[in-house]
């Protein structure tokens, strides 16, 4: 055994920690720190990674997340990328946190300042220090999206039957000449670019956007040194602040069915091609993940839904092709042919509860077990459970 599989049992863990054995065991309990081995006699035995879980549970908790929110955001293995992308993350909101408190400190200096001098109380100035609090709010809902993003991708990337990967077969379907400026609208966390950093020539000009700033500061993390290589803005796309004819490429990856207006979308798009240039446009079908709704409907709880997933259903593959004809020519479609196979059931469990409406919170602990437990039992009974998988993507020009 190495120094990296060294074992220590939970009292010089506590210890070196600088938490309480009690504590420990809560962790443990909830499912929220679970030690990584037990001993000949049971006890609970840690090791180096075990330190550096807590380590991010005790800095969610001080940045002020509950432990349910945390248990959401915790849920990959610590190997040295995700150790390093997560304590960059937890920078970015602690020195945010900071300045925020600055923030609030300021405002309250102020508004002392006016009742030591008798003044006329400022409530803009007042009201102020409510802002800057519910800014803070704005954070851990970013930092929960993200996570909820993250666990929508890690389902796919465990359990898909084709191996290849959405994100790489798609960039190879992308026919962009060597010298191409190219604009990614709703880009998340720079997925597609971050899987295909290799195979970007040098010509490329491209610039990534979002509605979201925390999309974004975790499209710039992700692609970590390469991020130097693109170009950053938050854009609404059915407002790009670009000229006309300014890209090549336009790409909406998986994206045009959270836009309220895709008349407007369509437009501006088609506004900021060159004339010949290319749009691509990837969503899913009807039948995408139909197994998943079956699995919250049999479970038969009110505190789950499924509604969420209609959210895709005002652009699929079955009516997006009308749509964007109206705005572009030589409209093609294409499919990628993939599914799941799931033999797990907590990755179903975060996918589920990462959706839009479904909140874990509102299951206690006996009603999560029962549902594990349901998950379990079809698992064990299929060799899995099978899940549809409809994707694809629409070429069109300009």
Not at 83 to 93: A, D, H
Not at 96 to 108: D, L, R, S
Request: hydrophobic fraction near 35%; charge should be positive; charged fraction near 30%.
């Amino acid at each position: 055994m190495n120094n990296d599989d060294h074992l220590i049992n939970i009292g010089e863990f506590a210890s070196k920690a600088g938490i309480t054995l009690r504590t420990l065991r809560y962790y443990d309990n909830i499912g929220l720190l679970k030690p990584c081995s037990y001993s000949d006699t049971g006890h609970r035995m840690y090791n180096k990674q075990d330190f550096a879980k807590l380590q991010k549970i005790l800095t969610l908790k001080f940045i002020g997340f509950s432990l349910n929110d945390i248990k959401n955001v915790v849920k990959h293995d610590v190997n040295d990328k995700d150790f390093r992308k997560s304590l960059e993350i937890q920078k970015k909101i602690m020195e945010e946190k900071i300045h925020h408190t600055h923030m609030v400190i300021k405002a309250i200096d102020e508004t002392l300042d006016m009742l030591n001098y008798k003044e006329v109380m400022n409530w803009d100035k007042f009201v102020n220090i409510m802002n800057v609090l519910n800014t803070d709010k704005k954070l851990l809902d970013q930092y929960k999206n993200a996570s909820n993003l993250r666990s929508r991708i890690n389902i796919h990337e465990l359990y898909s039957v084709n191996k290849y990967g959405w994100m790489k077969w798609f960039f190879e379907q992308l026919n962009i000449p060597k010298n191409a400026k190219i604009l990614e609208v709703g880009c998340g966390d720079a997925s597609l670019w971050e899987k295909n950093l290799n195979r970007i020539p040098k010509g490329w000009d491209i610039t990534l956007t979002d509605f979201s700033k925390g999309m974004l500061e975790d499209a710039k993390r992700n692609l970590g040194n390469n991020a130097t290589n693109f170009k950053f803005k938050i854009v609404d796309a059915q407002d790009i602040p670009f000229d006309d004819c300014s890209f090549d490429v336009v790409i909406a990856n998986h994206m045009l069915y959270h836009v309220e207006n895709r008349e407007k979308a369509f437009a501006e798009i088609a506004r900021v091609l060159k004339m010949g240039g290319c749009f691509y446009t990837s969503t899913v079908g009807k039948n995408h993940m139909a197994e998943m709704r079956e699995l919250i409907f049999k479970f038969k709880s009110q505190a789950m839904t499924s509604k969420s997933w209609d959210i895709t259903s005002s652009f699929q593959l079955e009516n997006g092709f009308k749509q964007i004809d109206k705005w572009f020519k030589n409209v093609k479609l294409k499919k990628y042919e993939d599914s799941l196979i799931v033999t797990e059931p907590e990755p179903l469990i975060d996918y589920i509860f990462s959706m839009p409406g479904n909140v874990k919170e509102s299951f206690n602990n006996k009603k999560l077990k029962q549902f594990e437990k349901f998950l379990q039992d079809k698992i064990y009974k299929e060799d899995g459970i099978y899940i549809t998988k409809d994707t694809g993507f629409f070429e069109a020009k300009k």
